[in-house]
């Protein structure tokens, strides 16, 4: 099975919305409704935002979202802020061992 | 609280050995498949390995297959990954992570701190 696609990078000003992009196959992404997001801030550990491709955890601002159609899933950042600036990876259930990551975005905020 | 805590990384020559332990707490232990997920310095998350709920049942990614074995202990809520015949490119933080939906393979919920193993001579 190969990664997810994601864009390697993107950017937006506070205030903005960004969306990122996670790219897979029917196997995978379009075959299941078990997509999640994680954000990686530089030297920690992956934090869960986004499961189940929309639904939110506890705590995560709703600033947050999730959606997918078809092949593709995708998390929306809406009100960006600085503290938002981070790695962004999505994640999927494949049906069979090992679950898929993307390759991961960087997300700057300007 | 769900707490994933890894312990046992550190530097180890090529063709070295070394075991990571992971204490979970804050959730019944029991009633999760876990994982292994490993990060190179500066790239992207792996899935190493995976462990059923009872251990009866293990993945393994190829690039470990036949090094590595990962079991579970639920009578002390610890999970473990057992290294050998380590190789540089096996440089990388290792995160415990447990699976979201209880039997796997689906995309873990919960983290821990993660571990750096460095492979040097």
Redesign the interface.
Known sequence: QS?LTQPRSVSGSPGQSVTISCTGTNSDVGGYN???WYQQLPG?????MI?DVSKR?SGVPDRFSGSKSGNTASLTISGLQAEDEADY?C??????????????TKLTVL | EVQLEESGGGLVQPGGSLRLSCAASGFIFSNYAM?WVRQAPGK????VS?ISLNGGST?Y?NSVKGRFTISRDNSKNTLYLQMGSLRPEDMAVY?CARD??NS???????????TLVTVSS
């Open positions: 990664a078990y997509v999640s920690k550990a992956p934090k869960l499961y955890p990876y994640c999927s259930y494949p049906g069979s061992y090992p679950v898929i990551f993307g390759g991961g | 994982y992207g998350l792996e899935h995976a993945y990614a995160y979201s939906h796997g393979p689906y995309p873990p919920d919960y983290w821990g701190q993660g």
